[in-house]
């Protein structure tokens, strides 16, 4: 507080808060979408079937080449007008996209294409003795993908997993620009509102910073867990 009895971040607190509540469920729903557009992604390119495996080939090679923020536009303009376009033939009123939910499907599918190329190189740095063992001992496709596949996968991709993580965290900065109040957006608001933004910007820089932070000692525990068994070389 400060000698007026005013607080430091002139009552925007609760607002902050509320925003960086937001930020961290639109990562985590991104996070998830993405983890499953990374496997199914990452199974249609390692299937051999070139049906399957040229539009994964093509989806990871544009979503890589095209900045993040002109995705965003794209999907979330692109979506609106192909919303209503549906709303005009069936008769329906002005539909408006809903910020959060563009943005999780923006962030789920930009980032599905990084984690599918982490996954396959994952998978392609599993020693091909660990699958020979596991046909020798007869073991279903399922339990070999259960105990042999996916612990080694994560285990060769969490390091890289985890930078896309927290690639992934920062960019929800960027749902802001289409109306999402996010953690940036509140921090814009209260920039705008008070002609303080180096006040407000330096306490969203300090919101990621925390969230990261975190972030860090999941992604420590999830190491230890998944190195059960392996010495350092």
Same mark, same amino acid.
């Given at each position: 507080?400060?000698?007026?009895?005013?607080?430091?971040?002139?009552?925007?607190?609760?607002?902050?808060?509320?925003?960086?509540?937001?930020?961290?469920?639109?990562?985590?729903?991104? &996070?998830?979408?993405?983890? +499953? $557009?990374? $496997?199914?992604?990452?199974?249609?390119?390692?299937?051999?079937?070139?049906?399957?495996?040229?539009?994964?080939?093509?989806?990871?090679?544009?979503?890589?080449?095209?900045?993040?923020? +002109?995705?965003?536009?794209?999907?979330?303009?692109?979506?609106? %007008? @192909?919303?209503?376009?549906?709303?005009?033939?069936?008769?329906?009123?002005?539909?408006?996209?809903?910020?959060?939910?563009?943005?999780?499907?923006?962030?789920? %599918?930009?980032?599905?294409?990084?984690?599918? #190329?982490? %996954?396959?190189?994952? $998978?392609?740095?599993?020693?091909?003795?660990?699958?020979?063992?596991?046909?020798?001992?007869?073991?279903?496709?399922?339990?070999?993908?259960?105990?042999?596949?996916?612990?080694?996968?994560?285990?060769?991709?969490?390091?890289?997993?985890?930078?896309?993580?927290?690639?992934?965290?920062?960019?929800?900065?960027?749902?802001?620009?289409?109306?999402?109040?996010?953690?940036?957006?509140?921090?814009?608001?209260?920039?705008?509102?008070?002609?303080?933004? %180096?006040?407000?910007?330096?306490?969203?820089?300090?919101?990621?910073?925390?969230?990261?932070? &975190?972030?860090?000692?999941? @992604?420590?525990?999830?190491?230890?867990?998944?190195?059960?068994?392996?010495? #350092?070389?």
């Amino acid at each position: 507080m400060t000698e007026t009895g005013t607080s430091i971040l002139l009552g925007y607190e609760h607002n902050l808060l509320e925003g960086a509540l937001i930020t961290l469920e639109l990562s985590l729903g991104g &996070l998830v979408l993405s983890l +499953v $557009i990374g $496997i199914v992604a990452c199974a249609m390119r390692l299937s051999g079937i070139r049906v399957l495996k040229w539009p994964s080939v093509f989806y990871t090679t544009v979503v890589r080449g095209v900045p993040d923020l +002109v995705q965003l536009f794209l999907i979330y303009y692109g979506g609106q %007008f @192909l919303l209503n376009m549906l709303a005009d033939k069936m008769g329906w009123g002005y539909l408006d996209m809903n910020p959060f939910i563009s943005g999780i499907f923006t962030i789920g %599918f930009i980032f599905g294409a990084y984690m599918s #190329e982490t %996954f396959r190189g994952a $998978i392609l740095a599993i020693p091909h003795g660990q699958h020979e063992a596991a046909t020798a001992y007869a073991l279903s496709r399922w339990t070999t993908f259960r105990r042999i596949t996916w612990p080694l996968m994560m285990r060769y991709a969490l390091p890289v997993l985890g930078n896309n993580w927290l690639v992934l965290l920062k960019t929800t900065a960027l749902v802001s620009v289409i109306g999402l109040n996010d953690l940036v957006g509140f921090a814009n608001l209260a920039a705008k509102s008070t002609r303080e933004p %180096f006040l407000f910007y330096a306490a969203s820089a300090v919101g990621f910073l925390v969230l990261t932070s &975190l972030s860090l000692g999941v @992604l420590w525990w999830l190491k230890r867990r998944y190195s059960l068994g392996f010495t #350092e070389r």
